[in-house]
């Protein structure tokens, strides 16, 4: 099969891998999570600080970066069970909060909720077509979905262009986004215990592969400029040590919710992201995007580099 055709009409994760994976047990995520439900890396400070204030802190960092204001209308790509939505009616006084996801579970858990100003839709980011541009866009860990393994660098980078043309056409002109998601790091450690782990961790996260911080760099080119960046690859190691701890203390009730095998399975994982983000083979990427008014074409670019950047080699 060509490579065009690989990823043409390619939507990311399949509704059915995504349920796979989300659409497990509510309850056994609380063990973990805790009672806010929030399935991403906390923002921590040094000393003695809790996984649910690093959490607050996070998605404060996160709304605040977007230039989120009251009366804003803000869309959540991947919205999960919704600690982002929450935060944003409850606390930003937003004027409208669209969430959109693929799983099931975490949309009938926030219909139950019935959130002042808040819509939950199950549906893929690219199908979203919204009445009028948003003021600001969110995405906390969905992009890790957007690129299944055995994708080619290039196939990667175009379905995260897509994620990008998308999101231009969705936000105003003065808009921000804010996107936090798993890297892939620059050292891989090759041996058959990471292997094998990593293995796993394909039947537990199935059709998922993060993205290399220089794909996304390649994607938003000529559509979003970035205005910060930081790599917080040891909050995903706090905050993925603090799961595997309260996992471990609650085995016999995780086990009585999804079975031992698979309760096993979610907390070598979580081991595993402990020493992946530690030793930096796993990087945490906290994106803030600012859309470019118009996009540099090759053309212009060629020029830039041939003509208007040719100051010649200075003598020695
Ligand atoms: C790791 S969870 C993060 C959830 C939430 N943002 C949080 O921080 O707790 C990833 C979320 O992305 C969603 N997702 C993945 N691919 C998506 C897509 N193409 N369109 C919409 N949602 C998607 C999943 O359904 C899930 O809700």
């Known amino acids: 099969m060509s490579k065009t055709r690989a990823t043409a009409g390619y939507k990311g994760v399949s509704q059915a891998a995504a349920q796979r994976h989300y659409d497990v047990s509510d309850d ?47 869309l959540d790509v991947g919205c999960g069970y919704g600690y982002e939505l929450r935060t944003l009616v409850e606390k930003y006084q937003v004027a409208e909060a669209v969430g959109i996801t693929l799983s099931e579970a ?11 100003r ?28 957007f690129a299944r393994p055995g994708l ?14 998308r999101c231009h056409r969705m936000l105003r002109p003065d808009g921000r986004m804010t996107v936090q998601t798993i890297t892939w790091g620059h ?11 990593l293995y796993l961790a394909t039947s537990i996260y199935p059709e998922c592969n993060p993205p290399f911080a220089t794909e996304i760099m390649h994607a938003c080119d000529g559509l979003f400029d970035v205005l910060e960046l930081r790599n917080d690859r040891d909050h995903y190691a706090r905050t993925a040590q603090m799961w595997v701890d ?20 979610f907390e070598r994982c979580m081991g595993t992201a402990v020493q992946a983000f530690t030793e930096g083979w796993l ?11 118009v996009r540099l074409r090759p053309a212009r670019r060629f020029l830039v580099n041939n003509v208007l950047g040719r100051g010649g080699t200075p003598k020695t």
């Open 106 to 116: 975490g949309v009938d858990y926030l219909h139950k909720q019935d959130l002042p």
């Open 246 to 265: 309260r996992l471990r203390d609650d085995r016999e009730h995780a086990a009585e919710l999804i079975g031992r095998k698979k309760a096993m399975a």
């Open 28 to 74: 056994f995520f609380r063990i973990w999570q805790g009672p806010d439900l929030n399935y991403a890396a906390a923002m921590w400070e040094d000393g003695d600080d809790t996984l649910e204030a690093a959490q607050a802190r996070k998605t404060a960092y996160l709304i605040e970066q977007a230039n989120v204001r009251p009366g804003s209308r803000v």
């Open 152 to 165: 080619s660098g290039r196939s990667k980078i175009r379905s995260y262009r897509t994620f990008f043309e």
């Open 283 to 293: 990087t945490l990427h906290r994106f803030t995007f600012r859309p470019l008014p």
């Open 118 to 145: 808040c819509e939950v839709r199950l549906e893929n980011y690219v199908d979203h077509r919204p009445r009028t541009p948003y003021d600001a866009i969110i995405s906390v860990e969905a992009m890790e979905h």
């Open 187 to 197: 050292r891989f450690p090759l041996n058959i215990q990471i292997l094998s782990d």
